[in-house]
C-alpha cells in the first residue's frame, strides 16, 4: 500500500488535541468552583505519570502518523510522560518510516497476529502505565487521560474505551455491532461468572498497569488476545470499568475476519471456560433428556406412537442425551488441554491415562447397560402378557440406543489422545544478537531515526532494551 494523498490531507477523526478532563462553566458559582477545583485535582494526578501508548500496526502508513502525533499531543497536555511504541507486524508499506518519523519508537514483531504485536509491545515498554490502541484512527486518543484517572484514583486496575455508544453504520459493521460483540461480550461475562459490567469486550483501546498484566502471562497470539486478556484478569482479581469514548471511521483497509477472528474468539474462551461453555451445558441437556424419558414413560396417550407427544419427548430425549454426555466429556477434554497448555492453573489434574482409563470404563458401562436393556425389552416383547407397557418401552428404547452410541464413543477415547498433549505457552521470537545482521532496531532520537528507518525490530526484550 501506498500513500493515495499527502498526510495534509487526510481529515483527522477528533480535531481538539486539548480536550479538558471536565467541563467549567464560565459563571463564577459554588458548584463551578468546585468542578474546577475537580479539575485540577485530576491535573495534578496525571502531571508526571509515566505512560507508554503501544499500537499494533499492519499496513497503516496513511493513519498511524496521525495517530502517533494525535497521543504525543494528547499526552503533553495533560502534563503526561508519556511516549508512543509502534510494533510494527509485518507491514509492506512505509508504516515504521511514517511512525518513527512521526516521533514514536518503533520495533518489530516477525509473529504475525494482533495478540502477538501487543504482548512485544507491552513486554518492551518502560513505564508503569500502558494504553493500547489502533493505528488507523478509530479511537479517541484524546480520552487517553481519562482512561487514566480512574486507575490513578485507585478505582479501577483496567479501563475500556466503550465505543458502541458512538458507533455508526459508517464506523462498525451492523454484524459487528449487534451480533458479534454483544455475543462474545456475554460469553466472556459468562466466562468469569458474571464478575465484569462491561458492554464492549472487544474494544482495542485500554489502560492498565504494565506489571499486573504482564503477571497475567497471557499466550493469544491473534485477535482472541482481547478476551483473553479480559478473562484472566477477572479471575486475577482485576477490577475492570468502561469509559465512554468516541469512535470514528477507519482509515484504510481493514484487517478484521468476521468468522475466522469469531472463531478465534469462541475457541479461546471454550478453553478458558469449558465449564460455562460445554460442561454445565452437557449437563442441563442430559438432565433435560431424563425428564423428557420420566414424561414419555408416564404418558397415558399415544403410548409412544409415532406423532403423539411421548413419542416426541423420547425422539427429543434420544438427541439430546447423546450431545449432553459428550458435550460434558467436551469440556473434561478441553479443560485438561487449557492446564496442559498453562491457559489456566491446574486444580488436580489427573494423569493422561488416568484420565483415558476413567472414558474406558465410563463407556464400558453404558455398553453393558444398553446390552441389560436390549435384554428387557426382548424378553418383554416375546413374554405374554408383557411385562412392561408401550410408553415405557418406547422410553427404554430410546435410552438403550443413546447409552449404546456414548458408550461406544466413550471407548474409542484413546483415539482423543493425542489432541489432549500440547505444547506450552508460545514464545514470539527473540531478537538476533549480532548487531550486525539483527534486524533489532529501537527508534529513539529522531537523529537516530533518520539512518535507520528501514531497519525493522522484532520482539523487544527487556534485557534487549536494556542493551540498545
Known amino acids: 500500500m501506498t500513500f493515495t494523498k499527502p498526510r495534509s490531507e487526510i481529515e483527522e477523526p477528533f480535531i481538539d488535541y486539548k480536550e479538558p478532563l471536565c467541563d467549567v462553566e464560565e459563571d463564577s458559582s459554588e458548584s463551578d468552583a468546585q468542578s474546577e477545583n475537580i479539575c485540577l485535582d485530576e491535573e495534578k494526578l496525571l502531571r508526571g505519570v509515566g505512560v507508554t501508548v503501544v499500537f499494533p500496526c499492519l499496513n497503516e502508513e496513511l493513519a498511524v502518523g496521525l495517530c502517533v502525533e494525535r497521543a504525543l499531543e494528547t499526552m503533553r497536555s495533560a502534563g503526561l510522560n508519556g511516549s508512543v511504541l509502534v510494533v510494527d507486524n509485518g507491514s509492506t508499506d512505509n508504516s515504521a518510516r511514517v511512525a518513527l518519523e512521526a516521533g514514536a519508537q518503533v ?97 482495542g483501546f485500554r489502560a492498565f498497569r504494565r506489571k499486573q498484566i504482564l503477571e497475567l502471562n497471557l499466550s493469544s497470539t491473534g485477535m482472541e488476545f482481547a478476551s483473553e486478556m479480559l478473562i484472566r484478569s477477572s479471575w486475577a482479581s482485576l477490577r475492570i470499568q468502561e469509559v465512554d469514548t468516541k469512535y470514528a471511521e477507519r482509515i484504510g483497509e481493514s484487517k478484521l475476519s468476521t468468522f475466522s477472528d469469531g472463531l478465534r474468539h469462541l475457541r479461546q474462551i471454550l478453553l478458558l471456560s469449558p465449564e460455562t461453555a460445554a460442561s454445565i451445558p452437557g449437563v442441563l441437556a442430559t438432565a433435560f433428556a431424563v425428564l423428557l424419558w420420566v414424561f414419555a414413560a408416564q404418558s397415558t396417550r399415544g403410548l409412544g406412537q409415532v406423532g403423539s407427544l411421548s413419542w416426541v419427548a423420547d425422539a427429543v430425549a434420544g438427541v439430546l442425551s447423546i450431545l449432553g454426555p459428550l458435550v460434558f466429556c467436551t469440556g473434561i477434554v478441553l479443560r485438561y488441554r487449557a492446564e496442559s497448555s498453562g491457559l489456566r492453573s491446574p486444580r488436580g489434574r489427573l494423569p493422561i491415562e488416568a484420565l483415558i482409563r476413567r472414558f474406558l470404563v465410563c463407556g464400558a458401562i453404558l455398553v453393558f447397560i444398553s446390552i441389560v436393556g436390549i435384554t428387557v425389552l426382548l424378553i418383554s416383547f416375546h413374554h405374554h402378557p408383557v411385562i412392561i407397557s408401550s410408553s415405557v418401552t418406547s422410553s427404554l428404547s430410546s435410552f438403550v440406543r443413546s447409552a449404546f452410541v456414548v458408550g461406544i464413543v466413550l471407548m474409542v477415547a484413546p483415539l482423543i489422545a493425542p489432541f489432549l498433549i500440547t505444547s506450552p505457552r508460545p514464545q514470539l521470537p527473540f531478537p538476533e544478537e549480532d548487531p550486525e545482521t539483527s534486524p533489532l532496531l529501537f527508534g529513539g532520537n529522531r537523529e537516530k531515526r533518520e539512518d535507520s528507518a528501514d531497519l525493522l525490530l522484532p520482539r523487544l526484550h527487556q534485557s534487549a532494551l536494556k542493551e540498545v
Open 107 to 203: 520495533i518489530s514483531q516477525r509473529e504475525p497476529g494482533y495478540g502477538a504485536a501487543l504482548r512485544s509491545g507491552i513486554e518492551a515498554a518502560q513505564s508503569e502505565f500502558v494504553v493500547m490502541a489502533d493505528a488507523d484512527g478509530t479511537y479517541e486518543l484524546g480520552a487517553i487521560p481519562r482512561l487514566l484517572l480512574p486507575l490513578l484514583n485507585g478505582e479501577a486496575d483496567m479501563v475500556l474505551g466503550q465505543r458502541l455508544s458512538d458507533a455508526t453504520k459508517a464506523t462498525m459493521p451492523w454484524l459487528h455491532r449487534y451480533v458479534g460483540t454483544p455475543a462474545i461480550t456475554y460469553l466472556v461475562k459468562k466466562a468469569t461468572k458474571n464478575k465484569m459490567t462491561i458492554s464492549d469486550s472487544q474494544s
